[in-house]
C-alpha cells in the first residue's frame, strides 16, 4: 500500500500482548510491536516510521521493496516504482505500511547532499515536515516557511528511525566520511537514534571497505543485500533473513529509547525546529559570507587585470614614443648623411670648378 496515509489518522493500537523477545523469534516481535507494550508505556508514540535516506540511484526505493515482499512473503512487486534509470524515479516522500504500527517512508535521495539538501533531510527526521509531499530542494529561508506552514500536518506521535541507504559499488572518500558523520551526528540528536546502515549492491563493488567506512563512522548497525529488483528477485534465505535482522534491530533500537529514556514528542518536536532553524540561519549567515568573499576576490581580480590592462595600455604608449624617437634619430641619421653627401659633393664640385678656373688660365 503506498500514497498519503499520513492524512488518514492512525487509529490508537490496543495494548497487545506482551511477546518473549527472542532473536529466534523475529517476525513475531515485529508483528507484535507497540509502543503501548513498552514498559514504560507509548510516552506520547504511536506510529515507528522507517525514514530511508541517501543518495539516489543507491537502491532506496528497491530497499523498501525488499522489505514489502520479505515481510509480504510475496512475489516480487515494485511497490516504490524504484526505477532502472540513474537518479531513481521517487519525487514525493511516500509512505508503505508494514504493520499496523511501523511504516516505511521513501524518499527522492539526494544527488549530492550539500548545505540546502541536508536541511531537507534534517527537517525530515526532525519529523518536520509532513509525508505524502513532494520532496523539494528549497534554497534560502524557504524550508523554514514550509516547516513552518506543515506544523498542523505533522504528528508529535510519529517516532523517527534514520535508515541510511548505501550502494557498495561506491567507496567513501575521506573527505566525504566526514561530511556523512556530521550528518549521521545531525540524524542522531534529531531521531534520538544514530543511523541504521543498510549496504546494497552487496555482490558488486567493495562490501567489507565501505563496511569499515561506516564502522569508523560510529555506525553500530549495518545490513548488507542485494535488493529484489525486476532482474533478480529469485527469493533467497539470505536476504530473507538480513531484511528479517534488520527489523528486529530497527525496533530494539526504538524500544531501547522508549524504555530507557523520558520522552516528551511535543518537547523534543521544538527543540528539533530550533536545531533546523539554527541550521538554515548558520548555513544562509556562512553563504553570504562565501558570497561576500567571493565578491571581494572577484573585485580583487578584476581590479587586478585593470592595473595590468592599464600598465599594457601605457607600456604600449611608451613604445610607441620610443619607436617615434628611433624614426627620428634614423631621419635625422638620414639627414646627417644626406648633408654630408652633399656637402663632399659641393666641395668636389668647388674643387673641379678651380681646377678648371686654373687650367683655363695657363691655356690663356
Ligand atoms: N544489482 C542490484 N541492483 C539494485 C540494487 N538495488 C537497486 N538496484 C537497481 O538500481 C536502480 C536504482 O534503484 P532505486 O531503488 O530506484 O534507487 P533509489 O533512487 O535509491 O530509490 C534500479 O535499476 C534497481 O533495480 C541491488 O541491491 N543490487
Ligand atoms: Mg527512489
Redesign the pocket.
Known amino acids: 500500500m503506498s500514497g498519503n496515509i499520513d492524512k488518514i489518522q492512525a487509529p490508537l493500537s490496543k495494548p497487545k500482548p506482551r511477546v518473549s523477545i527472542s532473536p529466534t523469534n523475529p517476525r513475531q516481535f515485529v508483528q507484535n510491536f507497540s509502543f503501548h507494550n513498552c514498559k514504560r508505556g507509548n510516552q506520547g508514540f504511536q506510529r515507528l516510521l522507517l525514514q530511508v535516506f ?10 523498501i ?1 525488499t522489505c514489502k515482499i520479505v515481510w509480504d512473503n510475496s512475489a516480487y512487486n515494485n511497490y ?1 516504482k ?9 519525487m514525493d516522500r511516500l509512505t508503505y505500511q508494514l504493520t499496523e504500527n511501523i511504516i516505511l517512508v ?1 524518499n ?2 539526494c544527488a549530492v547532499m550539500r548545505s540546502h539538501e541536508k536541511g531537507e533531510i534534517f527537517a525530515q527526521l526532525g519529523n518536520l515536515l509532513p509525508l505524502g509531499q513532494a520532496v523539494q530542494g528549497t534554497r534560502g529561508f524557504e524550508l523554514l516557511d514550509r516547516i513552518f506552514k506543515s506544523e498542523k500536518l505533522v504528528k508529535y506521535s510519529d517516532f523517527i528511525v534514520p535508515v541510511y ?1 548505501h ?1 557498495v559499488g561506491h567507496p567513501i572518500f575521506p573527505d566525504e566520511m566526514n561530511e556523512l558523520k556530521n550528518i549521521f551526528q545531525a540524524a542522531g540528536r534529531l531521531t534520538g537514534i544514530y543511523p541504521i546502515v543498510v549496504l ?5 563493488g567493495f562490501l567489507t571497505t565501505v563496511e569499515s567506512s561506516f564502522r569508523d563512522m560510529g555506525v553500530e548497525k549495518i545490513f548488507a ?3 529484489y ?4 528477485h529469485l527469493k533467497t534465505r539470505g536476504r530473507h533473513e538480513e531484511v528479517m535482522k534488520f527489523l528486529y534491530e530497527v525496533i530494539k533500537n526504538a524500544k531501547f529509547r522508549v524504555e530507557h529514556e523520558t520522552c516528551d514528542p511535543v518537547k523534543h518536536m521544538h527543540e528539533n525546529t530550533q536545531f533546523v532553524m539554527n541550521y538554515v540561519h548558520e548555513r544562509e549567515k556562512k553563504m553570504e559570507q562565501e558570497n561576500l568573499e567571493k565578491r571581494k576576490a572577484f573585485e580583487r581580480t578584476w581590479r587586478e587585470k585593470e592595473v595590468k590592462r592599464q600598465e599594457e595600455a601605457l607600456e604600449r604608449e611608451r613604445q610607441r614614443g620610443r619607436e617615434a624617437e628611433e624614426d627620428l634619430r634614423k631621419k635625422i641619421e638620414d639627414l646627417e648623411r644626406q648633408r654630408s653627401a652633399d656637402q663632399a659633393r659641393h666641395e668636389e664640385e668647388l674643387k673641379n670648378a678651380k681646377k678648371k678656373k686654373k687650367n683655363f688660365r695657363k691655356k690663356k
Not at 524504484?82 to 521517487?90: C, D, L, P, V, W
Not at 529488483?229 to 533478480?232: A, L, Q, R, S, Y
Request: no cysteine; glycine share 18%; net charge negative.
Open positions: 541517501g543518495y539516489t540511484g543507491h537502491g532506496l526505493s528497491s530497499f521493496n516504490t524504484a526505477s532502472g534509470s540513474y537518479g531513481g524515479n521517487t521513501d527522492r535521495g541507504v550502494s546494497t549492491h552487496k555482490n558488486s543485500l542485494e535488493n529488483t525486476p532482474e533478480d
